[in-house]
Each structure stands twice: as C-alpha cells, then as structure tokens.
C-alpha cells in the first residue's frame, strides 16, 4: 500500500504509474492457474488490458459494463459507455475483476449483476487501484494499490495517454 504526498495547497498527489506497479504486484498474488481478468469500462478495462499483456497472460481480458444494471439507469441512460466482452466461459471461471476507483460499492454491485447474466462462475474477487472509501454497500476490495479519503464534493478518475501512460484526474462534482 502505497502513501500519497500532498501537493500545493494541501491537494493530494497520486501517482497512477507507482499505484499500477503496486496493482501489478498484488494482482500477481491473487491469480491462480485459471484466473480470467474482467475490467469495469473503462478505467478497470483499461487496466485488465495492460496486465493481461504485463502478465503474460494468452487472449483478452473481459470488459463489463455497469450501465444496464445501475440504479440510477433513469437519471443516467445508457450513456456511451463501453459494452460488455467476455471472451470466456464465466461458468465455473475464476475471475478478478479490476477498477480503478473503488467508492460507493454501487458500479461493482451493477457489474456483479452483469457478470452472472453471463454465467455463475466458481469466485469472483475485485482488485482496484484506488479505494477512497464512502461505501454505501457492503463491498470490499481483495486488493487495493492505495486508499485514500477524498471529500463526497470530488471525484477522481482514472486517464489514460495516447502513450498508454496512467495518470489520476481530481475533479469537482457536478451538482
């Protein structure tokens, strides 16, 4: 786990590339001989993907999307978000699922839904790069690279460089 230094002005300061070597390390621990990785569009996706090369690992990673089963789906829409891809059998599967920021617990419960639409695969463990508390449900990462407090007034999302380079966006939430 890593520690975060402060920035001007009391602003936090995170690494995203120090927090993915961190992720890397911990993922590592969690795979067994079968284990398949499944990103959440599109920071978890984005992530599922560069292991799945850094690992070695044959094939592609899953990619699920939260938007059919969100319960804020009226206010939302199916906003354009990524569709889901599972280029693996989910029955009896092993899978670790992969975010970039873990709050509320309300997208992994959505993702969750959407995995076992696809199957019931034999155990599903979450793996996220950030988790910044402010659970609303009972959801728990196997691992986290960081945990972090931030207040409810902000959000902080994962970008990606055309590079491929990782780097965090602290924004003001919309009210």
Do not use: C
Request: glycine residues 10%; proline residues 5%; without cysteine.
């Amino acid at each position: 786990m890593s520690t975060h230094p402060v920035g001007p002005a009391g602003s936090l300061v995170l690494d995203a590339e120090a927090l993915y070597r961190e992720l890397l390390r911990g993922v590592r621990s969690l795979m067994g001989p079968g284990t398949r990785l499944a990103g959440i569009a599109s920071g978890g996706a984005w992530l599922a993907e560069r292991l799945q090369k850094d690992l070695g690992l044959e094939g592609s990673p899953g990619v699920l999307s939260s938007a059919m089963h969100r319960d804020d789906f009226a206010q939302r829409g199916l906003a354009a978000s990524a569709q889901t891809v599972l280029p693996f059998d989910v029955n009896g599967a092993d899978v670790l699922v992969l975010d970039d920021v873990l709050y509320t617990g309300r997208t992994i419960r959505a993702v969750l839904n959407e995995l076992f639409d696809y199957g019931r695969p034999a155990q599903v463990r979450l793996a996220v790069l950030v988790d910044r508390g402010g659970r609303e449900l009972p959801v728990q990462a196997d691992f986290a690279a960081a945990r972090v407090a931030l207040p409810a007034s902000q959000s902080l999302a994962l970008a990606r460089s055309d590079s491929g380079a990782f780097q965090f966006q602290v924004k003001a939430m919309e009210a």
